[in-house]
């Protein structure tokens, strides 16, 4: 039905037929925006040019400062205020969209885009990584600021979820490997 809109209306455009077969006509179309949903958008009234800048601009820099990954729902989480004024409804259409206008720059992956082709990326090992950095224990709003490539609800999870990450009663974080316990300590545990 949507080809046989599409040729009527290349028609009354253009004052003749459209010579091409559906699929051919479909191949064209999906080559000419970003394919989201059964539905295809054109690039420019998905974001604005200054927009689409700031973003890439983002991503640029986080990955000169050493970040190997960013994950597309903590991209959509960063830019969710920007993005309520143009058609960006969520992670995977962020996603959709950055596969079309990144021109192979970067590597777009099922959850994150990289630098780097063969970068493997685990959130537990940064979120650990993070924690033991540190040597103290974070709160997970101070764990979102060093690690905002990862989404803070993925962020949550690991915390919740995994047994080498401690909470101190505070709402704060520590991994397991910074804890030592000296006999003193052990002592005073078993005293408990």
Not at 100 to 112: L, P, S
């Amino acid at each position: 039905i949507e080809i046989k809109k599409f040729k009527r209306h290349w028609a009354s455009l253009n004052d003749e037929d459209i010579e091409l077969e559906d699929k051919k006509i479909e191949q064209y179309i999906k080559y000419c925006g970003v394919v989201y949903d059964g539905r295809v958008y054109s690039p420019s009234s998905m974001l604005s040019e200054e927009l689409e800048m700031k973003l890439f601009s983002y991503i640029n820099s986080s990955f000169n400062q050493g970040v190997s990954a960013l994950f597309f729902e903590a991209l959509f989480n960063e830019f969710s205020d920007d993005f309520l004024e143009y058609c960006m409804y969520n992670a995977e259409m962020l996603k959709e969209y950055l596969a079309f206008v990144n021109k192979g720059q970067y590597h777009i992956n099922d959850n994150f885009i990289s630098k780097d082709a063969n970068v493997v990326v685990d959130p537990v090992d940064e979120v650990k990584r993070c924690l033991i950095n540190a040597s103290v224990p974070m709160s997970y709003d101070e764990l979102y600021d060093k690690l905002s490539h990862i989404a803070p609800q993925k962020i949550k999870q690991i915390l919740n979820f995994n047994s080498d990450f401690i909470s101190n009663g505070r709402s704060e974080y520590f991994h397991i490997d910074i804890t030592v316990l000296t006999e003193d300590y052990l002592a005073d545990i078993s005293a408990i």
